[in-house]
């Protein structure tokens, strides 16, 4: 069974352009969430889908952030204008039962606004 | 306000010694405990969960305590392997299972 899969793995962008990443949960999973780490420091939740639903985003910063998950497959964050800020690494995570499974995670995107 | 703190940012055993790694949280609403191990260039892996009915989860090497009086948990390592090099974070939700993570303890295991 492949694992949660997040495209690109590094990205190095100007302020003020636009990134968008992806994220390809595991087969059969329903929920999705987004988060992100932040110079070395705790994970952040920013926001979470059952299919293609957004069940809870209270931890997106602001609107230049939006998470797309068309269909219930995969997920799409972008973000638009970039800030120095929003620089960090970005997981997303996959589970099957919200309220049983383990979360699983894929390996990141590091974000780099310069 | 972070809700889940991880006070030793790092920590250093010797093989085939215990490591114990620590953690505290503040919500008193959380009742689902995980640690996560997570490798540079990786994603955090998935490594022994507690529910806050329990005060013991054991899974090999790998033991985790809970004492909600003092809104505390700790990871054991038994023995201490070279491959458990990495850093630690410990996370903890609620009925949403949102994870709060804490800022994660790196691991060095000595030969």
């Known amino acids: 069974e492949a694992g949660v899969t997040q495209f690109p793995s590094h990205s190095v962008i100007e302020k003020g352009q636009t990134v968008t990443l992806r994220c390809d949960p595991i087969s059969g999973h329903d929920n999705l969430y987004w988060y992100r780490r932040v110079m070395g420091k705790e994970i952040k939740f920013l926001l979470h889908?059952?299919?293609?639903?957004?069940?809870?985003e209270s931890g997106m910063p602001n609107n230049r952030f939006l998470a797309e998950r068309t269909g219930g497959t995969y997920s799409t964050l972008k973000v638009q204008p970039a800030e120095l800020e929003d620089s960090g690494v970005y997981f997303c995570?996959?589970?099957?039962?919200?309220?049983?499974?383990?979360?699983?995670f894929g390996p990141g995107t590091r974000l780099t606004v310069l | 306000d972070q809700q889940v703190k991880q006070n030793s940012p790092s920590l250093s055993v010797q093989e085939g010694r215990i490591s114990i790694l620590n953690c505290d949280y503040t919500?008193?609403?959380?009742?689902?405990f995980l640690w996560y191990k997570k490798y540079p260039a990786e994603g955090p892996t998935f490594l022994i969960s507690?529910?806050?009915?329990?005060d013991k989860n054991e899974d090999g090497r790998f033991t985790v305590f809970l004492n909600k009086s003092a809104k505390h948990l700790s990871l054991h390592i038994v023995p201490s392997q070279p491959g458990d090099s990495a850093v630690y974070f410990c996370a903890a939700a609620s009925n949403d299972y949102k994870l709060s993570f804490g800022a994660g303890t790196t691991v060095t295991v000595r030969a």
């Open positions: 919500n008193s609403m959380f009742d689902y």
């Open positions: 995570a996959s589970s099957r039962s919200r309220n049983t499974d383990t979360q699983y």
């Open positions: 889908f059952v299919k293609e639903s957004k069940q809870d």
């Open positions: 507690i529910s806050s009915i329990k």
